[in-house]
T-cell receptor, first 114, second 112 residues
Framework: AQSVSQHNHHVILSEAASLELGCNYSYGGTVNLFWYVQYPGQHLQLLLKYFSGDPLVKGIKGFEAEFIKSKFSFNLRKPSVQWSDTAEYFC????????????FGTGTKLQVIP | DAEITQSPRHKIIETGRQVTLACHQTWNHNNMFWYRQDLGHGLRLIHYSYGVHDTNKGEVSDGYSVSRSNTEDLPLTLESAASSQTSVYFCAGGSRANTEAFFGQGTRLTVV
């Protein structure tokens, strides 16, 4: 069975600090990987995704993530966070092929202090 | 992007009552999913469907049912609501070719 672990449950940063959120997955085949963001009171929106190719993926709002297959990791990074990045971030995985359900991690709440 | 519409946005019901949460999508996505979001648990999959007349149980399916009579809709029914089912429910849709999931706005359900 596929699973996703997010080790940081709550992260507090000052504006302009760098961000790295950890994500490790477990799956016995080729995977698709996602990071979603949920702003307060809103639904989930896709930040970025990895299907194949370059393991360094760039998403919206200056976010990027690196797929390291040997470590089963897909960490999210941003060089300089802003107050508007305050949100909850979810890592997710599914098997490639399109018929696979998406499994989410428990989420990381990011609070950016002005 | 696909439009996923959920209704109602908020609902309060009494324990033991039946309630159906609607999910409607406008992009003919084959795949549709229902998740519940709870503090400390993230999103957990309740039921999912890969096409008309196809339904599958997710990791927390007890007490819930779905039906898929057409491509656009996947209603979620709580046959006899329990307080443990107080949660925020999200419907999502996606195509076979593109496995990214698009989410609805969510339904906040309170069982009293």
């Amino acid at each position: 069975a596929q699973s996703v672990s997010q080790h940081n449950h709550h992260v507090i940063l000052s504006e302009a600090a760098s961000l790295e959120l950890g994500c490790n997955y477990s799956y016995g085949g080729t995977v698709n990987l996602f990071w979603y963001v949920q702003y307060p009171g809103q639904h989930l929106q896709l930040l970025l995704k990895y299907f194949s190719g370059d393991p360094l993926v760039k998403g919206i709002k200056g976010f990027e993530a690196e797929f390291i297959k040997s470590k089963f990791s897909f960490n999210l990074r941003k060089p300089s966070v802003q107050w508007s990045d305050t949100a909850e971030y979810f890592c997710a995985v599914n098997g490639s092929g399109g018929y696979q359900k998406v499994t989410f991690g428990t989420g990381t709440k990011l609070q950016v202090i002005p | 992007d696909a439009e996923i519409t959920q209704s109602p946005r908020h609902k309060i019901i009494e324990t033991g009552r039946q309630v159906t949460l609607a999910c409607h999508q406008t992009w003919n996505h084959n795949n549709m999913f229902w998740y519940r979001q709870d503090l400390g648990h993230g999103l957990r999959l309740i039921h999912y469907s890969y096409g008309v007349h196809d339904t599958n149980k997710g990791e927390v399916s007890d007490g819930y049912s779905v039906s898929r009579s057409n491509t656009e809709d996947l209603p979620l029914t709580l046959e006899s609501a329990a307080s443990s089912q107080t949660s925020v429910y999200f419907c999502a849709g996606g195509s076979r070719a593109n496995t990214e999931a698009f989410f609805g706005q969510g339904t906040r359900l309170t069982v009293v």
